[in-house]
């Protein structure tokens, strides 16, 4: 009875061993191959064999992470200045991933993801924020939402160094003080009424400028009406002296011209009274 408890727990143990020197690695980690401590490779996604009791196996994560910093669901605050003094907060997260050929580079000098973070990506990333931040006035740094999100993200990219990549680097808040908030609302309000008023005396401008043009193209219908008529009567004033300057000077050239006129304009009839002594008028009779 014995004997068989002693060869049954033996068989057990052996098993418990055979099964123990197979393990997987999922798609997304990497494997580190420790033989007694030390490295001896990295172990692709798979099912692999390691001998008992002598090797070991950490797994490390090549998938993306992200780091958080803001003043939500108590991650560490990042507060910071603008080059104008204002105080602000900021909801900051930066994506990371492990290269595949750098996982034996993360264990040896960081032992795990959470050490690699802390070390590389938390020491570096929010001071150089802060340091862009403080290139910004307060408004410009809501103005220029976008430019100031490509200038984090690049210092972010370029300043943090080691076994690691910096995906993507978020500004997805940034709270003012409630008095510089209410602040900026009434300064924009003034502006947008100064830009109603700016419309509205361009509007009047225009509105004044057509009128002139109408008036000044009325006034130059009327002149030019009054041209024409003083041109006409002009005209016709030359013409009539021209003509009268003629026949004169027909009449000169031509006495008898005259009695021809009478005569052809007169109806054949006598006069009813006549002054004694007086000539019957067209009538020469030598």
């Known amino acids: 009875m014995r004997l068989a408890i002693i060869t049954g727990a033996i068989a057990l143990a052996i ?37 008992p009791f002598f090797q070991s196996v950490v797994k490390l994560s090549t998938q993306q992470q ?19 003094q204002q105080a602000a907060k900021m909801l900051v997260s930066v994506t990371y991933h492990v290269p595949v050929d750098q996982v034996e580079q993360v264990y040896a ?11 590389t990506v938390a020491r570096v990333a929010p001071q150089t924020i802060k340091t862009v931040f403080g290139q910004y006035d307060a408004v410009s740094v809501i103005q220029s939402r976008s430019k100031f999100n490509a200038e984090v993200s690049k210092a972010v990219i370029d300043s943090v160094s080691g ?5 993507a680097v978020q500004i997805e808040n940034i709270d003012f003080s409630d008095a510089y908030e209410q602040a900026v609302e009434a300064r924009m309000t003034a502006q947008v009424e100064v830009q109603k008023q700016d419309q509205n005396l361009l509007q009047e401008k225009i ?35 021209d003509a009268i300057k003629a026949r004169a000077a027909a009449l ?9 006129t009478q005569a052809e304009r007169w109806n054949g009839q006598l006069p009813a009274t006549m002054i004694p002594g007086g000539a019957v008028p067209l009538l020469n009779l030598q």
């Open 163 to 167: 076994p690691v990549v910096i995906d």
């Open 207 to 241: 509105k004044a400028e057509i009128a002139v043009t109408q008036a000044r193209g009325r006034a130059d219908s009327v002149k030019a009406e009054a041209d024409a008529n003083a041109y006409k009567v002009k005209a016709e004033g030359v013409a009539q002296a």
């Open 66 to 84: 992200t780091a958080y910093w803001g003043f939500e669901n108590e991650r560490p605050i990042m507060e910071a200045y603008s080059r104008d």
């Open 15 to 51: 098993l418990g061993t055979a099964f123990s020197s197979f393990y997987t690695i999922d798609q997304g980690q990497r494997g580190i191959l420790l033989t007694n401590g030390a490295y001896t490779s990295n172990e692709d996604p798979g099912l692999h064999f390691k001998a």
């Open 252 to 260: 000169g050239a031509n006495p008898l011209l005259v009695q021809l």
């Open 109 to 119: 000098q960081y032992g795990s993801l959470a050490v690699l973070e802390e070390r």
